[in-house]
C-alpha cells in the first residue's frame, strides 16, 4: 500500500509569486485535504475534496484554491504569495462513504518559504 | 479564544516516566478525537481515535475524553526517547475524515 506523498519537498518563492503544492493520496482513498501549519503551531484546515468537488473550507482567502483529478491526487494554488504563507502545507487522503468514516493518513508535508 | 487549547510545553521527562497529555475545547459539538504525533520535518500520524467520552488503550498508549468537562488526556505510560515527538490534538464534529480542528501540540523529549 502506498502512503500520501507529497512535492516538493521544499519551495522558496518571492512575495507576489503563485506556487502549486501536489499531492497523490493513498491508494484506495476518495478524499484529501489541506493543512497549513505555521511554525510552532498545529495544522490549520484549508479545504477538501472529495471526489473531484470541494466538501468544506476553512477560514483561507481565495487565493487559496485547489483541484482534485480523477485518479484523487490534488493541487494547492496559492496566488499573490504572502509573508505570512510561509509554512508547512500538509496533504491528507482518507476513505470517506455513507458506510464508514476513516481516519486521515499525512503526507510529509512541502515547506514554503516566502521571502 | 482558539476552539482547541493545548499547553506547548516543552515538556521533558526521563526514560520510564508516564507523561500526560491534555487538551481543552469550547465546541460542544466535537463527537471524534484524535491524538497525532509528530517528528521534526514530518507530517502527524495517527496514534489514537476515540468517539464520544470514555477510554481507549492501545499497548502502553491511553486517551481519555471527558465530554462533560471539555477535556481530553493522552498518557504515555514507560515513556521511551523513541516517544520525544509533538503531540497534538485534533477533532471533530462529523466523523474522523472530515475538517480537523487542532490544538497547537505539545512538545515532548524523553531523557533518556
Known amino acids: 500500500e502506498t502512503g500520501v506523498t507529497q512535492s516538493p519537498t521544499h519551495l522558496i518563492k518571492t512575495r507576489g509569486q503563485q506556487v502549486t503544492l501536489r499531492c497523490s493520496s493513498q491508494?484506495?482513498?476518495?478524499?484529501v485535504s489541506w493543512y497549513q501549519q505555521a511554525l510552532g503551531q498545529g495544522p490549520q484546515f484549508i479545504f477538501q475534496y472529495y471526489r473531484e468537488e470541494e466538501n468544506g473550507r476553512g477560514n483561507f482567502p481565495p487565493r487559496f484554491s485547489g483541484l482534485q483529478f480523477p485518479n484523487y491526487s490534488s493541487e494547492l494554488n496559492v496566488n499573490a504569495l504572502e509573508l505570512d504563507d510561509s509554512a508547512l502545507y500538509l496533504c491528507a487522503s482518507s476513505l470517506l462513504d455513507t458506510v464508514s468514516t476513516d481516519t486521515q493518513y499525512f503526507g510529509p508535508g512541502t515547506r514554503l518559504t516566502v521571502l | 479564544q482558539k476552539e482547541v487549547e493545548q499547553d506547548p510545553g516543552p515538556l521533558s521527562v526521563p526514560e520510564g516516566a508516564i507523561v500526560s497529555l491534555n487538551c481543552t475545547y469550547s465546541n460542544s459539538a466535537f463527537q471524534y478525537f484524535m491524538w497525532y504525533r509528530q517528528y521534526s520535518r514530518k507530517g502527524p500520524e495517527l496514534l489514537m481515535y476515540t468517539y464520544s467520552s470514555g477510554n481507549k488503550e492501545d499497548g502502553r498508549f491511553t486517551a481519555q475524553v471527558d465530554k462533560s468537562s471539555k477535556y481530553i488526556s493522552l498518557f504515555i505510560r514507560d515513556s521511551q526517547p523513541s516517544d520525544s515527538a509533538t503531540y497534538l490534538c485534533a477533532m471533530t464534529p462529523s466523523g474522523s475524515a472530515r475538517q480537523l480542528t487542532f490544538g497547537s501540540g505539545t512538545q515532548l523529549t524523553v531523557l533518556p
Open positions: 491508494s484506495g482513498h476518495n478524499t
